[in-house]
């Protein structure tokens, strides 16, 4: 059966890098299914292999073996010009270093990502000055990356990921480069969205904060899964 919008369902997935006679094996036989409006965490220590489960999920790299189920797509056999439309309606993505382009206010990088939905200007910018106001940047619409706080850019990077109203946002370390307070304001606004929206969250991190507000941690260790922890109701 396909899964429904927002469901991941990885199955039997090994994964090296390098050619040729010279691979290194990152990640072995994984097996998970992730569903519609879950709020998911990734951990584990350096190079246990959450990025590349992340870039995986994302269709950014191929499996060796397995399959990578999305909403239900085997976006594992995907075209590269298949992935990137699959990428844009289905997909929203927040970085720890924020990605925003220097050079465009909060309003135009917001509005990014709609430039290629056929939308006119007018509703374009309608909808990223609404889904900005909701995550609390009124008043900030017309500043620049550098005019803003950390916390404040990582709202604009949230609105941009939100702004296409995608059934999953995946989150590289989000919080990585924020104080705890800022931290705990992100995680609230971020959980916020996944309740109101049943958008699912697959959230890499090492921060502790971020797993015990989770719904459920993965834990990976040397390239495996080695525990699934739900949170207690």
């Known amino acids: ?65 397995g399959s990578v189920m999305v909403s239900g797509e085997e976006i594992s056999r995907y ?13 929203g993505f ?8 220097p050079n ?26 609404e889904i900005l106001e909701h995550v609390g940047l009124t008043g900030r619409l017309d500043h620049k990356p550098n005019e803003l706080s950390g916390g404040q850019q990582q709202r604009v990077s949230i609105a941009r990921a939100l702004v296409n109203q995608p059934s999953i946002i995946l989150a590289d370390e989000p919080t990585g480069n924020l104080d705890s307070k800022t931290e705990q304001e992100i995680l609230t606004l971020m959980r916020q969205m996944n309740k109101e929206n049943k958008t699912t969250f697959i959230i890499v991190t090492h921060e502790q904060e971020v797993a015990e507000q989770s719904d459920r ?17």
């Open 79 to 91: 075209s590269e010009n298949e992935l990137c439309l699959f990428r844009r309606k289905s997909m």
């Open 104 to 129: 465009l206010t909060a309003l135009e990088n917001v509005e990014l990502p709609l430039i290629f939905s056929g939308e006119s200007v007018r509703k374009r910018r309608a909808r990223a000055k």
């Open 1 to 65: 059966m396909k899964n429904a919008a927002g469901e991941l369902t990885v199955t039997g997935v090994n994964h090296s890098y390098g050619t040729g006679k010279i691979k290194v094996p990152v990640l072995f036989d994984i097996n998970l299914h992730i569903s519609k409006g879950e709020f998911v965490a990734l951990c584990g220590s350096s190079g246990s292999g959450k990025s590349t489960l992340l870039n995986l999920l994302a269709g950014l790299t191929k499996p060796d073996e």
């Open 94 to 101: 927040i970085f720890q270093s924020y990605n925003l382009l």
């Open 217 to 233: 941690v993965i834990y990976l260790q040397d390239g495996r899964v080695v525990q699934k922890r739900t949170r207690p109701a």
